[in-house]
T-cell receptor, first 112, second 117 residues
Framework: DAKTTQPPSMDCAEGRAANLPCNHS???????VYWYRQIHSQGPQYIIH???NNETNEMASLIITEDRKSSTLILPHATLRDTAVYYC?????????????FGQGTILTVHP | NAGVTQTPKFRILKIGQSMTLQCTQD?????MYWYRQDPGMGLKLIYY???????DKGEVPNGYNVSRSTTEDFPLRLELAAPSQTSVYFC????????????????FGDGTRLSIL
């Protein structure tokens, strides 16, 4: 079972920032926070990951609280193509084989 | 780079038939994985491999077999297809340098949609 909790759905207007929250109540010290998304009928797509510090890449920004119990994925300028199911995952680094366990995720709908 | 390529994209099988789902990656990743995703559900790990010649079971391996003779290829074999194996199958790969405090993301193919009738 997934160890993270996310709201089941969110809406966002096109061009606005989408802020997707996640709770990581049982995250351990060697586990990274990962975000993936799955657009309908496609394979999961990696977005971003981090351990303690906030991270930014060409797709999104990741904010991790100091106690690491929650994170927020930020899509700065959402487009219609960002409509997807978004998953946050706690994943151990290094020697584990990194099995992904997706929970129910958040269905993000971007509307015009 | 093509990334992770899966073939075929769609397939319909009759009960009892066998087939091989192909997966190849051109990123020189050492880890490869097979997942299945049933409608409205999350991913379930079938098998994984940490390098050529090494494979291990995931959480739902029954009815499947794998091999990893090269770094690039990780085929999944269904020997006696059953209706319960109707699903979307995803192959993924990642690189691990076995450093306790680092990890790299998994990259997925577009999936094979398999129906068994």
């Amino acid at each position: 079972d997934a160890k993270t909790t996310q709201p089941p759905s969110m809406d966002c207007a096109e061009g606005r920032a989408a802020n997707l929250p996640c709770n990581h109540s049982t995250i351990s010290g060697n586990e990274y926070v990962y975000w993936y998304r799955q657009i309908h009928s496609q394979g999961p797509q990696y977005i971003i990951h981090g351990l303690k510090n906030n991270e930014t890449n060409e797709m999104a920004s990741l904010i991790i609280t100091e106690d690491r119990k929650s994170s927020t994925l930020i899509l700065p300028h959402a487009t219609l193509r960002d409509t997807a199911v978004y998953y946050c995952i706690d994943l151990a680094g290094g020697t584990s084989y990194g099995k992904l366990t997706f929970g129910q995720g958040t269905i993000l709908t971007v509307h015009p | 780079n093509a990334g992770v390529t899966q073939t075929p994209k769609f397939r319909i099988l009759k009960i009892g038939q066998s087939m091989t789902l192909q997966c190849t990656q051109d990123m020189n990743h050492n880890y490869m994985y097979w997942y299945r995703q049933d409608p409205g559900m999350g991913l379930k790990l079938i098998y994984y491999s940490v390098g050529a010649g090494i494979t291990d079971k995931g959480e739902v391996p029954n009815g499947y077999n794998v091999s990893r003779s090269t770094t690039e290829d990780f085929p999944l074999r269904l020997e006696l297809a059953a209706p319960s194996q109707t699903s979307v199958y995803f192959c993924a790969s990642s690189y691990s340098n076995r450093n306790r405090y680092s990890n790299q993301p998994q990259h997925f193919g577009d999936g094979t949609r398999l129906s068994i009738l």
